[in-house]
T-cell receptor, first 117, second 114 residues
Framework: DSGVTQTPKHLITATGQRVTLRCSPR?????VYWYQQSLDQGLQFLIQ???????AKGNILERFSAQQFPDLHSELNLSSLELGDSALYFC????????????????FGPGTRLTVL | SQQGEEDPQALSIQEGENATMNCSYK?????LQWYRQNSGRGLVHLIL?????REKHSGRLRVTLDTSKKSSSLLITASRAADTASYFC??????????????FGKGTLLTVNP
């Protein structure tokens, strides 16, 4: 158990819909990362938040957005869903609050499996 | 685009044999990490090697890094059926601050047959 939690575990929805994925980082971690994993694209970095602010952006579509709240949990919003958005979405966290270490081991949650029908 | 590219894409060995996976990357890095993923589950950090290190050991794992060739290898010795998983390399090329983005390769699927 990494200490990172994600909900829901599974999500089945229809094209055109909007969903919200939730992530709670390890206690004390300041950074949250979102990744998308699909068979054809592999593990793609989407976006990173650090202590509530966006820090890095990867291959995130404009239909997707994320935020990190004051309690450090994060949500990834996916809208106007398409069949190709079906994937595993992982959240990871790193950087303990107390040490502020630059050591970048990331701790991954169990993922949310999104199926768009 | 993927920074790291693992080779081979798939590897099948017998229990007790050693497994070697390679990773190549394109830009200068601060460190390189290896992660493991069991089917459909989250990734688990295995080992990190910094750009000024050449070799690192952790239990049955041995990682090497050749920055001149921009490549790394992960050796798992005396493999077990429980080592069956996908293995990913991830590179950290960040310039500092609070940007800790990692770039992952596509992974090597290791199957260890009992």
């Amino acid at each position: 158990d990494s200490g990172v939690t994600q909900t829901p575990k599974h999500l089945i929805t229809a094209t055109g819909q909007r969903v919200t994925l939730r992530c709670s980082p390890r206690s004390g971690d300041l950074s949250v990362y979102w990744y998308q994993q699909s068979l054809d694209q592999g593990l793609q970095f989407l976006i990173q938040y650090y202590n509530g602010e966006e820090r890095a952006k990867g291959n995130i579509l404009e239909r997707f957005s994320a935020q990190q709240f004051p309690d450090l949990h994060s949500e990834l919003n996916l809208s106007s869903l398409e069949l190709g958005d079906s994937a595993l979405y992982f959240c990871a966290s790193s950087v303990p609050r107390l040490t502020g270490s630059s050591y970048n081991e990331q701790f991954f949650g169990p993922g949310t499996r999104l199926t768009v029908l | 685009s993927q920074q790291g590219e693992e080779d081979p894409q798939a590897l099948s060995i017998q229990e007790g044999e050693n497994a070697t996976m390679n990773c190549s990357y394109k830009t200068s890095i601060n460190n390189l990490q290896w992660y493991r993923q069991n089917s459909g589950r989250g990734l688990v950090h295995l080992i990190l090697i910094r750009s000024n290190e050449r070799e690192k050991h952790s239990g049955r794992l041995r990682v090497t890094l050749d920055t001149s060739k921009k490549s790394s290898s992960l050796l798992i010795t005396a493999s077990r059926a429980a080592d069956t998983a996908s293995y990913f390399c991830a590179t950290d090329a960040n310039s500092g601050g609070s940007n800790y983005k990692l770039t992952f390769g596509k992974g090597t699927l290791l199957t260890v047959n009992p």
